[in-house]
């Protein structure tokens, strides 16, 4: 995620990182688990974490491929121009039971008017 999904992005890395996120979600259920107790065991705290890091890791990454402008901490390399017109909206991420669905949302404008960030 640091390498391929950090602020500046491109759609071979998001690719890159969606198809190692897979792969992952793939080995997960493997996972070792040496710690054999019964009472707090961290090995399947872990376990249980990872999967659910996983998952979101997966919903991230589909967001960011999906998004294909520059808006607020994603900069896409490929796409760097923000587009208000066909971008003002959510882009969300639910479990349908077949793996991560995406869908949109209508932005709310309240007081402040959305920008350009200029820095």
């Known amino acids: 995620m640091n390498r391929y999904v950090a602020v500046y992005r491109d759609e071979q890395g998001l690719a890159t990182a969606h198809e190692i996120v897979r792969r ?4 997960a259920p493997n996972a070792a688990i040496d710690d054999k107790g019964t009472v707090f065991n961290q090995d399947v705290l872990a376990a249980i974490e990872l999967g659910y ?8 990454v589909m967001a960011a ?10 900069f896409r390399t490929d ?4 587009n208000d017109e066909d971008w003002l909206h959510h882009i969300t991420v639910s479990q349908n039971g077949d ?7 209508p932005v709310t404008i309240t007081k402040w008017q959305p920008q350009a960030r200029t820095y």
């Open 24 to 27: 992952l979600k793939e080995e």
């Open 65 to 74: 491929q999906e998004r294909r402008e520059s808006r607020g901490a994603q």
């Open 99 to 105: 793996g991560p669905a995406l869908g949109t949302a």
């Open 79 to 82: 796409f760097p121009e923000r």
């Open 53 to 60: 890091m996983l998952d979101v890791a997966e919903a991230i």
